[in-house]
């Protein structure tokens, strides 16, 4: 089982940059898909991105594509997510994410462990 920790939220200003970062622990980093959702204010948890295993077949929502980019480093067990260009519509609380295998997925029914989420707040 894997123990998943965020980092790196915060306040910025639109059309600044934030980067997240993922800790794993306890567990085989390597065996998993990793992927970062988002929540905001009154909405569902809705997909972000997603990379599998050995850092290739990344998946992206439209909303984000060509403004963030996702990356993982095995070595160190850690997941990244760099925000470019943000938007006022980017705040939320971001949640990474697990899921066995190689297969990209969206739905969050699809990943079995979570993180406790970092909150970002893009101000206009």
């Known amino acids: 089982q894997v123990q998943l920790a965020e980092s790196g939220g915060g306040l910025v200003q639109a059309g600044r940059s934030l980067r997240l970062s993922c800790t794993a622990s306890?567990?085989?980093?390597?065996?998993?898909?990793m992927g970062w959702f988002r929540q905001a204010p009154w909405k569902e948890r809705e997909f972000v991105a997603s990379v599998a295993w050995y850092g290739g077949m990344t998946d992206y929502a439209d909303s984000v594509k060509g403004r963030f980019v996702i990356w993982r480093d095995n070595a160190k067990n850690t997941m990244n997510l760099q925000m470019n260009s943000l938007e006022p519509e980017g705040t939320a609380d971001y949640y990474c994410?697990?899921?066995?295998?190689?297969?990209?997925?969206?739905?969050?029914?699809?990943?079995?462990?979570w993180g406790q989420g970092t909150q970002v707040t893009v101000s206009s």
């Open positions: 306890g567990g085989t980093f390597s065996n998993y898909r």
């Open positions: 994410a697990a899921r066995a295998g190689t297969l990209g997925a969206r739905g969050t029914e699809r990943y079995s462990y």
